[in-house]
């Protein structure tokens, strides 16, 4: 399990969708369809926040 730190989470301003945590099979799950939801017509994907990416969140 993955620490508060590390969880997937996101936040979209206007155009923009920041992405910040953990993005692994572990913790994507929770924020998943949420995230789906917040993409659609994002323009730009900020993963500076980013701390782990597997193949589940590649």
């Not at 799950?29 to 589940?56: F, H, I, M, N, Y």
Request: glycine share 14%; no cysteine; hydrophobic share 40%.
């Amino acid at each position: 399990m993955t620490d508060q730190a590390e969880q997937a989470g996101f936040d979209r301003q206007g155009e923009v969708l920041r992405l910040r945590g953990a993005y692994t099979t572990q913790s994507v799950g929770p924020v998943w369809q949420g995230l789906l939801r917040a993409a659609r017509g994002a323009t730009r994907l900020d993963l500076s926040g980013v701390t782990a990416l597997d193949t589940t969140g590649a």
